[in-house]
């Protein structure tokens, strides 16, 4: 019996050299928490272990769905990273402040264009601009993306984080209402005459009766050309005019040059003008649902909105009116991503923030590269707006963000609260309020200097 015990004992001790020396473990060691175990060349050399990096963005439940299959897909063709999803558009601002400011924040994190200037001037941002430089990964190069998608990531010469969409400001159409009234569809070079002539036309009473013809009831209207209620910006419109309202070089607000003047007029006119809802009934109907109820028939949105497709009738989005001396532009509202500048793994973060762009540019419409701007690929991923994307195409030409700064915010509740609300709701003269709240304004950007 004992000379079995250890004939058996033997073997098994010869086993277990063999098991070894073909570099398996007998006992295998967990990694570490969030972390993929050790993985072997097919030689024996174990490679590094993936390290996990957290994704904080304001994704709501169908969208966060659509992004977690991407970041499965990156995940499983990665060997240095694996993206954990952290998804949550309650208050999201909040909770990115927040974060940023502690020990455990995201490694990655979506921003708003305005956010991302003032995370920036804060330094909670990595600065990736050496690393773009560097990199051959599509997504790396600069000279790709449209100009102004960059500038909201873009502090003194440095890049500190890259835009995944940029959507134009586009005039969403009732085919179906233009062809009641005898109305072309609008054409490239419609300018405001053109726009508010057709909105007249556009605009019916109860008993169908158009606006300018006799008999005509503004008091009982069933059907408007147009709505506005601070949306679309008003800055799209001095822009169209030659105007601005912060300078290129964050000196001043130019509002009262006489291009800015009479496009604050013309905005204050489409309040006031019959052929646009007031605002109590755009509050009692909702402003978009109007014109998915066919009560109104012209309505400006971003190009990745639904109104083109998702509607009772035939819907098409075209480029905005060009201003009087036909200058071209319309808001462009930008998003992107960046790295927190307190992550553990600089490099890994880098490597994901340009494949995980990549493959959000591939995703969302309008991708902000001039390279993925081309109509029948788009017309592949998103067939439903196929009818809409030469002039959402055509738009990101002429399209622009805001000019942000750090303290951008203030600036906007003065620019807001003093200035538009009262023309908005207040129905009141912009002539009145430009000189007092010019000064507030400069006050701003000079403290910000």
Known sequence: MRHRKAAALALLSLLLVFVTACGV????????????????????????????????TWAGADESKELQEILDRLNAQSETYVIKQDSN????????????????????????????????????????????????????????????????????????GLPWIEQPVMLYVNLDLFS???????????????????????????????????????????QWGFTVNGWPPVQMFVWQNGGDVIAPDFSSSPIDTPEAMKAFDFYAELIRAPFTPSQSTIRDRGFDAMYRRQEVAMFM?????????????????????KGPSGIQATFADILGMGISV???????????????????????????????????????LHPEKAHSLDAIIASMSFARPYRYFESYADWDNIFWNELMDPIVNGRAAPSDLIPKVKPELDAVLQRAK
Do not use: C
Not at 193 to 204: G, Y
Not at 303 to 312: F, H, S
């Open 180 to 222: 009641q009234a005898g109305l072309e569809p609008p054409t490239t070079d419609w300018d405001w005459d053109r726009f508010v002539e057709a909105a007249k036309k556009l605009t019916v009473d109860q008993n169908g009766r158009r606006l300018g013809e006799p008999g005509f009831d503004e008091k009982k209207i069933k």
């Open 89 to 160: 558009p309650a208050d999201y601002e909040t909770r990115l402040i927040t974060q940023l400011s502690g020990a455990s924040g995201p490694d990655l994190f979506w921003v708003s264009a305005q956010r991302a200037a003032q995370l920036a001037a804060q330094g909670a941002m990595l600065d990736i601009t050496d690393r773009l430089k560097a990199s051959d990964h599509p997504a790396a190069k600069l000279d790709d993306y449209f100009e102004e998608s960059l500038k909201p990531f873009t502090r003194e010469g440095r890049i500190y």
């Open 25 to 56: 473990t007998a006992d295998k060691k967990p990694g570490r928490a969030g972390e993929e175990p050790a993985q072997t060349d097919g030689k024996g050399s174990a490679r590094e272990e993936k390290v996990t990096l957290r994704l904080l």
């Open 342 to 380: 307190k992550t553990k793994h600089p490099d890994a973060a880098f490597q994901a923030l340009l494949e995980l762009t990549d493959a959000i540019h591939h995703w969302k419409i309008m991708p902000p590269r001039k390279s993925l701007a081309e109509a029948e690929p788009l017309k592949k």
């Open 301 to 321: 949105g971003g190009a990745a909105d639904n109104l083109d497709y998702d509607v009772d009738f035939r819907s098409q989005a075209f480029p905005v009116p």
